[in-house]
Each structure stands twice: as structure tokens, then as C-alpha cells.
């Protein structure tokens, strides 16, 4: 099994003997990928939906495994037990889904789990949503696919002050590792910044607290990029 890139990086990221659960598997190319390479010897592949389940038992058929990959259709990790991993993916969605969740899966905060996290948008609300939720990040990948940069976090259960400014977007240990792709996605982040602050309206209230909002992270975002 060949993984994308960013399949890659995030299987990467999982210690070899994990008991992992990959969340909206879709094809279950990961869960495969780890079975086949012998970093997991068992995995939970869960979807919402018949369709993607499906098509990662056939994933899984193709390359001859028949054991170690525990297929359920679920929303979310509510057919995973936990005691069954302690290793939990969810990527390649949005960071409303994301927090949903972690939101309704309160043993992942009361547990020592490893969570990988990709997420595909609104990245500061994700930082909101795990610091308000019980968790904290512990390190910032960047992988470039198909043309496009996508973040990759690794969380843990445990205290976070939610991050301000620039600590939105950017995790410090990506800083201090010096990321071959930190600069351009710090250049990609500013242009958007960017033009989400001429896109608001002189004002008050709510409109002039994103002003400063996205002011601030632009200023500190240039600043680690110059």
C-alpha cells in the first residue's frame, strides 16, 4: 500500500506497537499501511458512512490482510472502547468536526492517548476548542500534497492556555525545529490574514476585536518569517 504524502507524514507519527484508531478511515488506506508494515498490530477503522467502510474493507482484501483491522460503522470514536487503543487519528476534516469529536469522547481526556490531528480549516477555533476541551498540543508537523500544506498536530490530554496571535496557527516547537516548509506556509497564512483584515469593516464590537485578533497574528507570523 502506497500512501499520499500526507497519509504518510501522519503514519509516521505513529510509534511502532500502537493500538491506533483511525477515525473516518474513508478507504482505510492508513490502517492498512500499518498493518502491512508491522507498526500496529491492530487497528480501528471507523466511518460514518457504509460506502467508505466498504471500500477500506476492500483496501484491506486487496493487499491480503484479514486480521488486525477492526472495521465499524460509527460517528466518531463511539464504537471504540477505551481500553482498546491508545492511539487515536482523526484527519482530513474540518476543525468543527474535529472538536465535536473529542467533545463527545470524554475518556480520551482521562486516559494517556496519543492524538493526531490533521485538520482541513479553521484552524484557531481547533486551538480554542482543545484548550477549552481538556487537551493540550504537544508538536506541528507541515507536509506538503498535491500542492497544498496541511498541519499536522500531536495532542495529549492535559492544560493549555488557549494561544494567542500568531501561536494560533503556528505551534513554537515548528519554529525551534525549523521546518523546511515553514516558510511558505507562514507566507501563506499572512496573505490570508491579510486579506481577511481588508475584508472587514471599520467598526466596533465584534468586528474590531477580529481586527486586532488578526492584526496581532500577523505581526508575530511576519516576524518569525523575516
Sequence with gaps: MTLSPRLQAIGRLIPPGSRVADVGTDHGYLPVWLIEHGISPFVIATDLHPGPLEAAKGSAKRVGIETGISFRLA????AVSPHEVDTVVVAG????????????????????????????????????????GGFRLTDQHLVEDGGKIYPIYEAEPGHMKAPQGGGRYVHPA?????????????????????RALGGLEQGGGETAEK????????RELRAANS
Excluded at 460517528?75 to 463511539?78: I, V
Excluded at 486516559?111 to 490533521?118: A, E, K, S, T, V
Excluded at 481586527?211 to 500577523?218: D, G, N, R, T, V
Design 75 to 78: 460517528d466518531g470514536l463511539e
Design 211 to 218: 481586527q486586532a485578533e488578526f492584526a496581532l497574528a500577523l
Design 93 to 132: 476534516m474540518g476543525s468543527e468536526t474535529i472538536s465535536g469529536i473529542l467533545d463527545r469522547t470524554p475518556w480520551l481526556k482521562t486516559g494517556i492517548y496519543r492524538i493526531i490531528l490533521q485538520p482541513q480549516s479553521k484552524i484557531p477555533q481547533l486551538m480554542d476548542n482543545l484548550s477549552a
Design 174 to 194: 515548528l519554529i525551534e525545529r525549523g521546518d523546511p516548509l515553514l516558510a511558505a506556509y507562514l507566507t501563506e497564512i499572512c496573505n490570508k490574514l491579510t
